[in-house]
């Protein structure tokens, strides 16, 4: 955060937003940023969620602070956009976080992941099979969001909270272990502990950071070639096809990307796609459709037709 830089808070009502606004209120006081405000969503899933509402609403009053909050229906978004709960509760949160930091006047917007999150989010990406870019984990800084307390574990933020006397709420759903990343937290990491015979959270977090720094080195090496390489056309995009096949695969993959990305518009752009792009140019098959093109091979260019509404 520079000099006189404005900071939005998001306020869950958990140990780690609670513990973020206390001690970045305490940071304040030096006089380098301003705590503008806080932002609370009510996702609306849980029969808690009401009792999380009041929660943030006495804090930021306890506090002095200003607090928007709004409510947001997850599941209906999440059926008509055929996204996962968790997806669109994290679209809809940081598309809530932004316009509120816009309408305020705060140029970042500080949110409250841990080192333990970091570690589970290492563990699912990989159980996945994520790139360089998934295994980097979460990201310290992502455009105007902050995550100041990435290296600090669960367990010294409720010490910290303890030791202010300051309450916080506990989300229920955290313990259900039909959630992919409840059984992480509660079981995989536990043992991981076990068998290295001490915390497992701090080694994966830093496993993570290197990989974040591979990845980032490699993502602006191909950004730099895309730039080289990509020719606007009336109808969509073209890539000269001979060098592109001459590129690493991890270059290709990320040139190939980001030229779906141009013409994709809201779609999600997956891993399958960038694939099903890489094998056309074998030549093994005359074109594929992707989420807002069709992608053809014509006169040794690679040639991105951008559809209408950015759609299949």
Not at 117 to 140: C, H, N, S, V
Not at 181 to 194: D, G, M, S, W
Not at 269 to 283: D, I, K, N, Q
Request: some cysteine.
């Amino acid at each position: 955060m520079p000099p006189g830089a404005r900071v939005l808070i998001g306020l869950s009502g958990g140990s780690d937003s609670v513990a973020l606004t206390r001690l970045l209120l305490d940071l304040a006081e030096y006089g380098e940023f301003t705590v503008a405000g806080l932002a609370h969503l009510n996702h609306q899933l849980r029969a808690s969620a009401e009792r999380d509402e009041w929660f943030c609403r006495h804090f930021a009053q306890r506090l002095g602070l200003s607090i928007v909050v709004e409510t947001a229906d997850v599941r209906a978004h999440a059926e008509s956009q055929s996204l996962s709960i968790e997806d669109a509760a994290r679209r809809l949160r940081y598309a809530f976080l932004e316009r509120v930091a816009a309408d305020i006047g705060a140029d970042r917007v500080a949110v409250g992941h841990t080192q333990d999150d970091q570690a589970e989010t290492f563990l699912l990406k990989l159980m996945r099979g994520a790139g360089l870019t998934g295994l980097g984990g979460i990201y310290p800084r992502r455009g105007a969001v902050i995550r100041p307390l990435l290296d600090v574990t669960d367990v010294d933020l409720r010490a910290y909270l303890a030791s202010q006397g300051q309450e916080w709420v506990e989300d229920e759903s955290n313990d259900d272990l039909d959630n992919p990343r409840n059984r992480v937290r509660h079981r995989i990491l536990p043992e991981l502990e076990r068998a290295a015979g001490g915390s497992a959270h701090s080694a994966i977090s830093r496993a993570a950071a290197l990989i974040r720094e591979d990845g980032q080195w490699l993502d602006e090496l191909s950004e730099e070639r895309f730039r080289t390489l990509a020719v606007q056309t009336e109808g969509g995009l073209e890539l000269d096809v001979c060098s592109l096949v001459e590129m690493p695969p991890p270059v290709l993959r990320r040139v190939l990307l980001q030229a779906m990305r141009a013409s994709a518009s809201t779609r999600e752009v997956g891993l399958e796609h960038v694939e099903a792009v890489a094998a056309l140019l074998s030549g093994t098959q005359g074109g594929v459709d992707v989420p807002g093109s069709r992608v053809e091979l014509r006169g040794g260019k690679l040639v991105l037709l951008q559809r209408r509404g950015g759609g299949r």
